[in-house]
C-alpha cells in the first residue's frame, strides 16, 4: 500500500495533467500525447464538400468578379470625374462673366428706365460693345447653363450697345442651347420677345407655344399668358381670346388667373 507521502505526490500529479488538458483546449489545442478526435464520418465529408466548392467557384470565377467589380468601381469614379468636372466648368463661366460684369460702364438711368433709347455717349458705346464680345467669346467656348447665361449677357449688352441684330442672334444662340428649368425659360422668353421686336410675331408665337407646352407650373402658365398678350399686341384680337380661354380652362387656379380675366374683358371689349 502506498504510504501518505506517496498519495499526496500521485494527486498533485493527477492535478497538474487535469490543468494541463484544460489550458490546451482553451488555446483550441489537444493535451500533448492526446490522440486527435475527428469528427464524425457525415460531418467531415459536408466541410470537406464545402471547401471544395468554394474554391472551385473562387479560382473559377474570381478574374470575372474582380472585373465586375473594376468596372462598377471605374463607372462611379468616372461619373464623380464627370459630375465634378461640369460643376468645376459652370464655376469657371460664371467667374468669366462676374470678371467682365465688373468692368462694364453703369447703365445710364435713363436708358435703364426706357426714357432713352441706347447709350449715346461714344466712348461708352465702344465699352459695352467690347464687353458684348467678350461675352460671346465665353459662350462659344462653354456648355451647358453657362453658355446659356453668357449668350443672354452678350444679348443684353448688344441691346445697350444699340445693336439689335446682334442682339437677336445672341437671344437665338441662347435659346437654341435648349437648357431646362428657369435658365432656358428666361432664354426662351427673351428670344420670344425679341422676335416680336422685329416684328416676327408668328416666330414668337410659335416659342411661346413651345414653352407653355414644355413646362409645368408657373413658368408655362406665364408663357400661355405672354402668348395671349403677343397676340393681342398685334391687333390678333380672335387668337388672343382663344388663348385666354385655354389659359382660364387650364389654370382656374392660377395667381394670374385676375390678369387673364382682364385681357379676356380687353380683346372681348374690342371685338
Not at 484544460?22 to 493535451?31: F, K, N, S, V, W
Not at 462694364?104 to 436708358?111: A, D, H, Q, S
Not at 459695352?128 to 443684353?156: D, L, N, S
Not at 385676375?258 to 371685338?271: I, L, P, S, W
Request: proline share 3%; no cysteine.
Amino acid at each position: 500500500m502506498a504510504n501518505r507521502k506517496q498519495r499526496r505526490a500521485a494527486a498533485r500529479e493527477g492535478e497538474s495533467l487535469e490543468e494541463g488538458a484544460e489550458q490546451a483546449l482553451e488555446q483550441d489545442g489537444l493535451p500533448d500525447g492526446g490522440p486527435a478526435q475527428p469528427f464524425p464520418d457525415h460531418e467531415e465529408d459536408a466541410l470537406f464538400k464545402f471547401e471544395m466548392v468554394a474554391k472551385n467557384f473562387f479560382l473559377g470565377h474570381w478574374k470575372t468578379g474582380l472585373a465586375i467589380i473594376g468596372t462598377v468601381l471605374l463607372a462611379v469614379l468616372g461619373f464623380g470625374l464627370w459630375e465634378g468636372g461640369v460643376e468645376e466648368d459652370q464655376k469657371s463661366v460664371q467667374a468669366q462673366i462676374a470678371k467682365i460684369d465688373r468692368k462694364m460702364p453703369k447703365e445710364n438711368p435713363l436708358v435703364a428706365a426706357g426714357f432713352q433709347a441706347g447709350e449715346e455717349d461714344e466712348t461708352v458705346l465702344a465699352q459695352v460693345q467690347e464687353g458684348a464680345r467678350r461675352y460671346e467669346a465665353i459662350a462659344a467656348a462653354a456648355k451647358g447653363p453657362g453658355a446659356t447665361m453668357a449668350w443672354m449677357r452678350a444679348a443684353a449688352a448688344w441691346e445697350r450697345g444699340n445693336n439689335a441684330d446682334k442682339a437677336a442672334a445672341a437671344y437665338a444662340s441662347a435659346h437654341n442651347i435648349g437648357a431646362v428649368g428657369v435658365v432656358g425659360w428666361s432664354a426662351s422668353s427673351a428670344y420670344a420677345a425679341s422676335l416680336a421686336t422685329t416684328g416676327d410675331v408668328d416666330g414668337a408665337a410659335t416659342v411661346l407655344r413651345a414653352i407653355a407646352d414644355a413646362n409645368a407650373g408657373i413658368l408655362g402658365e406665364q408663357a400661355l399668358m405672354n402668348l395671349a398678350e403677343l397676340y393681342e399686341d398685334a391687333g390678333r384680337t380672335t387668337e388672343s381670346i382663344a388663348i385666354y380661354k385655354e389659359f382660364a380652362e387650364k389654370h382656374p387656379d392660377s395667381v394670374m388667373k385676375d390678369r387673364a380675366a382682364g385681357g379676356m374683358a380687353r380683346v372681348g371689349a374690342e371685338k
